[in-house]
């Protein structure tokens, strides 16, 4: 993961948090993806806690500091992920894609030709290569 900094980590990771708290539910498959992160990216609670509460948490302001195209591939395949995770994309969850889809102009993932599982399982191997 040497295209990936900790702090990137720590930026996709509150995205995905983000993401989950857009439609106004928090279902368990979204925690359990969340909570698979954390632990795969070898991330502290405490730390993300911390981060959480220095930084200004607008998703598009704080992916305009990740400091490579595999981060940003990685958070826009990251928010792809928690939208699909409760099987239904809201609307709102489908606009803050297409936005930072536009803002990160790393490519485009089709939320409707993707799954769950192909994204699960492709979030997760890159989280965990050191």
Do not use: P
Request: aromatic content about 4%.
């Amino acid at each position: 993961m040497k295209d990936i900094t900790y702090k990137d980590l720590l930026i996709i990771i509150e995205g995905a948090f983000q993401m989950a708290r857009q439609d106004l539910k928090i279902v368990e498959a979204e925690k359990g993806l969340l909570n698979k992160m954390v632990e795969a990216a070898g991330i502290e609670a405490k730390e993300l806690k911390d981060f959480q509460d220095s930084s200004s948490l607008d998703v598009k302001e704080l992916s305009s500091q990740l400091t490579s195209e595999k981060a940003k591939k990685l958070l826009l395949l990251t928010l792809v992920a928690v939208a699909l995770a409760d099987q239904t994309v809201d609307k709102s969850e489908k606009e803050m894609v297409d936005s930072l889809t536009k803002e990160l102009n790393v490519g485009q993932i089709d939320i409707g030709k993707i799954s769950y599982e192909n994204c699960e399982k492709m979030i997760l191997k890159l989280l965990s290569e050191k």
